[in-house]
């Protein structure tokens, strides 16, 4: 059974420009969510994608969007990348209906972002 | 919304012996609460989660917590360590049920010394 798949798994990309980092979640599961990891610090929350549909946000600008495809997998999209936007992004699915032995996220191995 | 505390950067711990990571939180709701592991250049793996029931919760490595609510707190225990579980350990938490956002802490390093 697959689990979490993201790519690429490094990019390197200049000020200003876009990028575009996809995952694929474990099979069974229909909700993506989007982490961005600094170095030394922990995880934190970019959004959620279910039903095609972001669900939930946090406290990042409108430069971060996403998409989630019928399939479920989901992209983050980053325009007018910034210095400090270098990261890990980490990409997280999960079925919260599948009930509590399942409950969870399963996360992915992340896309290291580094923006020069 | 809820918010986590992880009381130490860095663990170091002789091999074999006992480790305890602390983690509280913060909510005017009733929480779900997660351990997560990361090893080097890899994703977050899950350790143990408490939902409901019992306050001891085991997990995957020998790993458990203890849920505590009058105290908030829901700290992360191994009675003997490994080289092995050399590794930074996160805190989590969320609102109960449904497809609520985690959470994270800032992380604890687990350094095992031989």
């Known amino acids: 059974d697959a689990g979490v798949t993201q790519s690429p798994t490094h990019l390197i990309k200049t000020r200003g420009q876009q990028v575009t980092l996809r995952c694929s979640p474990k099979?069974?599961?229909?909700?993506v969510s989007w982490y961005q990891q600094a170095l030394g610090q922990g995880p934190q929350f970019i959004f959620q994608?279910?039903?095609?549909?972001?669900?939930q946000r946090g406290n990042f600008p409108d430069r971060f969007s996403g998409h989630q495809f019928p399939n479920y997998s989901s992209e983050l999209n980053v325009n007018a990348l910034l210095l400090g936007d270098s990261a890990l992004y980490l990409c997280?699915?999960?079925?919260?209906?599948?009930?509590?032995?399942?409950?969870?996220?399963?996360f992915g191995s992340g896309t290291r972002l580094t923006v020069v | 919304a809820q918010s986590v505390t992880q009381l130490d950067s860095q663990v170091p711990v002789f091999e074999e012996a006992p480790v305890e990571l602390r983690c509280n939180y913060s909510?005017?709701?009733?929480?779900?609460l997660f351990w997560y592991v990361q090893y080097p250049n890899q994703g977050l793996q899950l350790l143990l989660k408490?939902?409901?029931?019992?306050?001891l919760v085991k997990g995957i490595n020998g790993f458990e917590a203890e849920f505590n609510k009058s105290q908030t707190s829901f700290h992360l225990r191994k009675p003997s360590v490994h080289i092995s579980d050399t590794a930074e350990y996160f805190c989590?938490?969320?609102?109960?049920?449904?497809?609520?956002?985690?959470?994270f802490g800032t992380g604890t390093k687990l350094q095992v010394i031989p």
């Open positions: 994608y279910y039903e095609e549909e972001e669900r």
């Open positions: 099979s069974g599961h229909d909700t």
């Open positions: 408490y939902l409901s029931g019992s306050t």
């Open positions: 909510s005017s709701v009733s929480v779900y």
């Open positions: 989590a938490v969320s609102g109960p049920g449904g497809y609520q956002k985690v959470t």
């Open positions: 997280a699915s999960s079925n919260p209906d599948r009930g509590h032995r399942d409950y969870g996220y399963t």
